[in-house]
């Protein structure tokens, strides 16, 4: 990937200075200018109200201390961050992250992403993310209420209902979002819809915790059937990770008649040739929260493998990365062209290395971005939020449809913003994540322009 606009490649060569350090975040950047000079050629005004320099640059990122007790009473500080990067079109929205790698590079990549994946559900939200360095791998459950409290009683003096609501990501599931729930409510003394992801019982929407698994296999259905005019009826795929995100793609690929052969977590990987049980899955993964290999003690007659990018090496037709950033790299891309993947869409976000799409697409692999092919979470995030204002709430078969609507919507924009601006390979295949980016950025922009110089 590269950029040649000339103004463009200005205002890359001044993140590249300015943030150095932030090796995500400048790939998040490259990947996103490095598809917008044909809108940027036709819309000189853009250039002259300064735009992308403010647009990749965060409106506000807050570092903060969590300081809290373990279970021997010993004190522990992790580091916490919220980066808000783009108020245009909502108020901010974008999810937390408990992981030891995150970072601040890591959060503005996300939170940058966000903005775009935000404005392609069409729902009126910015775009934001946080997240700290704690580790809740091990921890007791006590543990993590205290650490959520701790979190909270800091970031709460930033979020609020119409300026930034918060939600799940990586290692922040239900359990998480009730304790960091309880201590807004306490401290504000003000039940309202600052987080989304939330319990049925408390304001929670049906279907947001199969959304994001459930919306990537509806945007997928629609993909196969426009550009190649297929389903995912019987086709062998591979899924990487174990998460919320992973599990529901599996259910719903099965639902659809996909045969789901490989699972994976951060430590190795389950191959079961005859399909995988998810009832075995879900009991691992959301009852006792162990390990993947542990499927092994209910299908012994499945493989495990101990290193989890070895899962790309399994031959299938489509493969779903569905764990985190950059499991996914340019050998592993051309370890699955070699054995005839025809589909790589993304359930996290940006699991595949740059070259590694730039191989997708040069091979003819159909290729679809995180941003569009995963803002089923968020979309059903600003659906629970548009059920909180009005103290409603929708049936499951209502969110779900709801659902199915905007994934197959957010296809088709992206898809005719690709046709549009000839963004397509030799095959003639168009190019979705130029159409994303584009789609994604013409609201942005829009709602930009229209407020002034901020
Ligand atoms: N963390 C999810 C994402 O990456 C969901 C965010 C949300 O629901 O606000 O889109």
Known sequence: MSIKNPYLQKVYQQVCQRDANEPEF????????STLEPVIEKHPEYEAAG????????????????????????????????????SAIGPY????????????????FLAFEQTFKNSLTGLPMGGGKGGSDF?????????????CQSFMTELSRYIGAETDVPAGDIGVGGREIGYLFGQYKRLQNRFSGILTGKGLSYGGSLVRTQATGYGLLYFVQEMLSVM?????????????????????????AQELGAKVVALSDSNG????????????VKQIKEVRRGRIREYMDAVPSAEYHE???????????????????????????????????????????????????????????????GKAANAGGVATSGLEMCQNAMKYSWSKEEVDQKLHQIMVGIFHDAYN??????????????????????????????????????
């Open 26 to 33: 400048l790939n998040a950047v490259m990947e996103v200018l």
């Open 51 to 86: 735009l992308i320099e403010r647009l990749v640059e965060p409106e506000r990122a807050v570092q903060f201390r969590v300081a809290w007790q373990d279970d021997q009473g010993k004190t522990q500080v992790n580091r916490a961050f919220r980066v808000q990067f783009n």
């Open 93 to 108: 929205k974008g999810g937390l992250r408990f992981h030891p790698s995150v970072n601040l590079s890591i959060i503005k």
């Open 135 to 147: 580790d809740p791998k091990g921890k007791s459950d006590a543990e993590i209420m205290r650490f």
């Open 228 to 252: 190649a005019n297929d389903s995912v009826k019987d086709k062998v795929t591979v899924i990487s990770g174990s998460g919320n995100v992973a599990i529901y793609a599996a259910e719903k």
């Open 269 to 280: 990987y389950i191959y079961d040739k005859n399909g995988i049980d998810l009832n075995v």
């Open 307 to 369: 290193g989890c990018r070895g899962i790309w090496s399994i031959p299938c037709e489509i493969a779903l990365p569905c764990a985190t950033q950059n499991e996914l790299l340019l050998e592993d891309a051309e370890k699955l062209i070699a054995n005839g993947v025809k589909l790589v869409a993304e359930g996290a976000n940006m699991p595949c290395a740059l070259d590694a799409v730039a191989a997708f697409q040069n091979s003819g692999v159909l290729y679809a971005p």
């Open 417 to 454: 913003a690709a046709k549009e601006y000839n963004m397509e390979n030799e095959q003639h295949q168009a190019n979705l994540l130029a159409g994303a980016n584009i789609a994604g950025f013409a609201k942005v922009a829009d709602a930009m322009m229209a407020q002034g110089i901020l």
